[in-house]
């Protein structure tokens, strides 16, 4: 198994761009989930979803669109890219089972200018 | 709401030292908790769990934590750490829902980076 994969690596953006990060998981987990980390401020809850077709708001979800069309695949929508956005974005996944441990991405590093 | 607190923000210990990284969480009922660990430019791997049970856990690469519910504590702990120990922790709680659903919401400390000294 692959687990979780994210592209790309890194991205840099102009203000006002969008851009679709990708996240795919090959474990057939129900849950996904988007992170965004920054210094200082740990990971923050962007979107998640519990299953293709349904996805709710997390923490910190302004600026960002999500959609659940399969299983497998989870991408975050940058509609309008700001330099607030320039980030470590992590995308995770579980089983929906009570407790199900969640499995991190290796990130996407993305930098607005 | 659930939150997390780490008060350390960073760490600095000999190698063969003991660590002992501080936790404290805020919920109305028993949650889930959580460490993760991160190396630089990586993503995050789970530590150990606490779902029920036994408070005292076992995890991954020697470390162990134990849940406190009187100090509403999760300290992670292990005994002779090692160089390659030096990352960055991440202690996060996980709501218990009345749904099927589990801890699809966690929430996230703000971290503590360990520094291991030869």
């Known amino acids: 198994n692959a687990g979780v994969t994210q592209t790309p690596k890194f991205q840099v953006l102009k203000t006002g761009q969008s851009m679709t990060l990708q996240c795919a998981q090959d474990?057939?987990?129900?849950?996904m989930s988007w992170y965004r980390q920054d210094p200082g401020m740990g990971l923050r809850l962007i979107h998640y979803?519990?299953?293709?077709?349904?996805?709710d708001q997390g923490e910190v979800p302004n600026g960002y669109n999500v959609s659940r069309s399969t299983t497998e695949d989870f991408p975050l929508r940058l509609l309008s890219a700001a330099p607030s956005q320039t980030s470590v974005y992590f995308c995770?996944?579980?089983?929906?089972?009570?407790?199900?441990?969640?499995?991190f991405g290796p990130g996407t590093r993305l930098l607005v200018l | 709401a659930q939150s997390v607190t780490q008060p350390d923000i960073h760490i600095t210990v000999s190698e063969g030292a003991s660590l002992e990284l501080r936790c404290n969480y805020s919920y109305g009922a028993t949650p889930y908790l959580f460490w993760y660990v991160q190396s630089p430019g990586q993503g995050l791997q789970l530590l150990l769990k606490y779902f029920s049970g036994d408070t005292l856990v076992q995890g991954i690469k020697g470390f162990e934590a134990e849940f406190k519910r009187s100090q509403s504590s999760f300290n992670l702990r292990k005994p002779s750490v090692h160089w390659s120990d030096a990352a960055e922790y991440f202690c996060a709680v996980g709501a218990r829902r009345l749904s099927n659903f589990g801890n699809e919401k966690l929430t996230f400390g703000t971290g503590t980076r360990l520094t291991i000294i030869p």
């Open positions: 979803s519990v299953g293709a077709g349904i996805t």
């Open positions: 995770a996944s579980s089983y929906s089972s009570e407790g199900g441990t969640q499995y």
């Open positions: 474990m057939n987990h129900e849950y």
